[in-house]
């Protein structure tokens, strides 16, 4: 029993301390700071979906969820986004190359302008409550699925 634990030691221990296995560890999407106009504090968010990365735990904190998707079910990516606050006031705007894109928003009303492939506007209403998060699809119907514009 106590060379199985030293066994099991060691393999930990090289698995925390060899800088290959730490960097896989910490390879996925990354999270990115949205620095708004003055008087804003900083948002937190991340473009991801695609792979593996959609099985990570982090995006489940986020209060806001987007997921950006053609006429069917297929996803897209290459989508500017802009989300207003209740006032009309810009909340957050990004450019995100995945289909999914989490953002750390107050709670609150919400209006977001998605423009996918730069040419095909869409508009959405959501509320965020705390404690939860919000999901919104944001469907693309210029967008054929399997098209390579």
Known sequence: MLKLNKKYLAFLCFILFNPFYAHAFEMGD??????GPSGWQSIK???TGVGESR????????PLKLTFTASGTAYISSVEVKIKDQKGD????????SPWLVVNLKPGSYRVEATALEKYPQKASFKINSGSQ???VIRFPEIKSGSRE
């Open 55 to 62: 099985q990570d735990p982090r995006w489940e904190k986020y």
């Open 134 to 136: 919000t999901s919104q």
């Open 90 to 97: 810009l909340a957050f705007e990004a450019k995100c190359n």
């Open 30 to 35: 990354p999270e990115l700071i949205y620095e």
């Open 45 to 47: 968010y991340a473009c």
